[in-house]
DNA sequence: GTGAAAGCGCTAACAC
DNA sequence: GTGTTAGCGCTTTCAC
């Protein structure tokens, strides 16, 4: 009553079980009759190769892994992480290849997560929230383990990477609020030592030629309402702010109307991601889509090949695209002064 | 240069490797002496045990399985999915367990999917999208695969299960509306055949009396869009609408609008999920929150204890919520009449 | 074109 | 408390 082997179906089929293995493989020319009488031996016994037996001996799990620093609570919220995944596995869905996810909150416990994908979860993994000096890149290099970065890391990597342009949205975007006539312009940004962070901030930091008006913020609605609170309450304030995701967006902006503010006549609102209720919101929010979707299917077609023994490559993803919506609509307001509008608030 | 095996540690250790096994399960008592040599060595040698081959003799994979029945490009506009999979995760990440997700499809490919779980991808799997008869659950009985399903199967079945009441929150929105002036009150469902729509389509059958204003939709926007019209086309048109989740009542309060209708005071609009905006919409999202992440626990935590041997157990989790906002906040408007209307629009 | 047999790196009886 | 040994169910040389 136990599961079939792949023993059983040899025996069945009156072969070895090198040529039922064989049979499947293709890594050896078997005579069409055999063969058939293999294939209906295992259809009889309702035989299914054990993946466990497999990958012992294949030393290849047909796996794909994803480690997660974040704190699981935050996953639920993020419009990147379901569309990535979905793109990820589009391209494994084709090739039957699994998908691992292990989410990690400390740093020993992602090594252990690392190590456990390295000793055979997974034949490798795709990593995510690249940071801009990276222990993981150093760390996946001594373990063995195939890797795919995402995002445009600096140093000297061993490993294919896919990488995205989030300057030229964000210089785009300062560009038109200038011809707005905004002068003031803010930016509350993700953590700075994330690449893509960083790659934002940076864009605007050119762009708008100072630091002055630059907040670091944690992606999470808390920081964007905080450090939207700590702008607007400047004597010289913003009269636009770019969000680097539209969970902080989203929260400044209900902020800066709690203090009866007008988006976009009082303060122009910008996010970054382009959550797909972001269009609904009114006034719509203005936003940069980054197609995590199609990001998720370069990186996985990317660490497949890689596993197929290509050489690692690094491909650029032209992906973003900014989506100019009624948040960021109409003239600068002149010369705000936070003082009168307090009396309305 | 290759990975070190148990032997190595056993060797270096001066011990054999039953020893080295045991002295990391703790399934026999090794004296602390030993026991430290063994450790010293594998640090030494910087050993992981092999997850493969520890798969392989142990039949466990310590991972647990989910297969997505869902388009992969739905996945991406869910509000359900990434929390109830981060709920899932804060369960296993204790306990050090991985998660494998696939995609399939078409049937066959599910059933591949569920095979190769069951053929040692997985040591049991998590249902999601429950089916009122759900081919899943005798297919999965027949493969003898460990498995919890999301939903309350009516039939018997062998396996456990996580409920919830999605009736009430139904019963208490239409009393609600009835209070407030309503008396035609639609429904746009997701597809009956889908254990959750059922129900609450059920309950709103039963509160409303009758079957005329429910139309059935699939949870995705263009569905939400197309019925809303439908419905607002009756010569007697509804003055509410509930919809079974926030994507297709966020594209039905749109389409609404944009035939010059008022949310709430000419149209009051529920959704059922609360996804993280909806609350920032304005009018905000009256909704119905359903604690996905908590209902993630709590199948993790039930497939851990069936895998563990305990009997199967149906759980309910009274986690639902119904959160009035703005949407339906007001009277219902007197006589409402299409024609009217259109002038406006 | 097929068979025989040696692993893959662990776990778990079974000894002592 | 520790050693010996037989698997787990495949893949892959090496023969013929």
Same mark, same amino acid.
């Given at each position: 009553?136990?599961?079939?082997?792949?023993?059983?179906?040899?025996?069945? #089929?009156?072969?070895?079980?090198?040529?039922?293995? +064989?049979?499947?493989?293709?890594?050896?020319?078997? =005579? #069409?009759?055999?063969?058939?009488?293999?294939?209906?031996?295992?259809?009889?016994?309702?035989?299914?190769?054990?993946?466990?037996?497999?990958?012992?001996?294949?030393?290849?799990?047909?796996?794909?892994?994803?480690?997660?620093?974040?704190?699981? @609570?935050?996953?639920?919220?993020?419009?990147?992480?379901?569309?990535?995944?979905?793109?990820?596995?589009?391209?494994?869905?084709? &090739?039957?290849?699994?998908?691992?996810?292990?989410? #990690? =909150?400390?740093? @020993?416990?992602?090594? /252990?997560?690392? /190590?456990?994908?390295?000793?055979?979860?997974?034949?490798?993994?795709?990593?995510?929230?690249?940071?801009?000096?990276?222990? /993981?890149?150093?760390?996946?290099?001594?373990?063995?383990?195939?890797?795919?970065?995402?995002?445009?890391?600096?140093?000297?990597?061993?490993?294919?990477?896919?990488?995205?342009?989030?300057?030229?949205?964000?210089?785009?975007?300062?560009?038109?609020?200038?011809?707005?006539? +905004?002068?003031?312009? $803010? &930016?509350?940004?993700?953590?700075?030592?994330?690449? +893509?962070?960083?790659?934002?901030?940076?864009?605007?930091? /050119?762009?708008?030629?100072?630091?002055?008006?630059?907040?670091?913020?944690?992606?999470?609605?808390?920081?964007?309402?905080? %450090?939207? #609170?700590?702008?607007?309450?400047? &004597?010289?304030?913003? @009269? $636009?702010?770019?969000?680097?995701?539209?969970?902080?967006?989203?929260?400044?902006?209900?902020?800066?109307?709690?203090?009866?503010?007008?988006?976009?006549?009082? %303060?122009?609102?910008?996010?970054?991601?382009?959550? +797909?209720?972001?269009?609904?919101?009114?006034?719509?929010?203005?936003?940069?889509?980054?197609?995590?979707?199609?990001?998720?299917?370069?990186?996985?077609?990317?660490?497949?090949?890689?596993? $197929?023994?290509?050489?690692?490559? =690094?491909? @650029?993803?032209?992906?973003?695209? %900014?989506?100019?919506?009624?948040?960021?609509?109409?003239?600068?307001?002149?010369?705000? &002064?936070?003082?009168?509008?307090?009396?309305?608030?």
């Amino acid at each position: 009553m136990d599961r079939p082997t792949i023993d059983d179906v040899a025996r069945a #089929a009156g072969v070895t079980k090198a040529t039922v293995s +064989h049979a499947y493989s293709g890594k050896r020319p078997i =005579s #069409a009759t055999t063969k058939a009488r293999v294939f209906a031996a295992a259809q009889r016994l309702d035989w299914v190769p054990s993946s466990r037996a497999r990958a012992l001996a294949a030393r290849r799990t047909d796996a794909v892994g994803v480690v997660l620093s974040r704190d699981p @609570t935050i996953l639920a919220s993020d419009a990147f992480f379901p569309a990535f995944i979905s793109g990820v596995e589009a391209v494994l869905a084709e &090739h039957e290849i699994a998908l691992v996810l292990q989410v #990690a =909150s400390s740093r @020993t416990a992602e090594e /252990r997560a690392y /190590r456990a994908m390295a000793s055979g979860r997974a034949d490798g993994v795709i990593v995510l929230d690249l940071h801009r000096v990276d222990w /993981r890149v150093a760390y996946l290099r001594q373990i063995r383990l195939p890797a795919v970065l995402l995002g445009a890391y600096d140093a000297e990597s061993p490993f294919s990477s896919v990488r995205t342009d989030d300057a030229t949205p964000v210089r785009d975007l300062v560009a038109r609020l200038r011809e707005q006539g +905004h002068t003031r312009i $803010a &930016h509350v940004s993700g953590p700075l030592d994330y690449v +893509h962070s960083h790659a934002r901030a940076g864009a605007y930091v /050119r762009s708008v030629g100072s630091k002055e008006l630059l907040r670091e913020g944690d992606f999470t609605a808390g920081s964007g309402r905080a %450090l939207t #609170a700590e702008l607007l309450d400047l &004597h010289d304030r913003p @009269t $636009a702010i770019l969000y680097s995701n539209d969970t902080m967006a989203i929260a400044g902006f209900s902020y800066a109307r709690s203090r009866g503010l007008v988006v976009p006549d009082d %303060l122009a609102v910008a996010g970054f991601d382009d959550d +797909h209720l972001s269009a609904h919101l009114s006034p719509a929010l203005t936003s940069v889509f980054t197609d995590p979707f199609r990001r998720g299917r370069v990186a996985a077609e990317r660490l497949l090949a890689d596993l $197929a023994g290509e050489p690692p490559e =690094s491909v @650029t993803v032209d992906c973003n695209e %900014l989506r100019l919506r009624a948040s960021t609509a109409g003239a600068a307001p002149e010369a705000p &002064h936070t003082e009168l509008e307090e009396e309305f608030s």
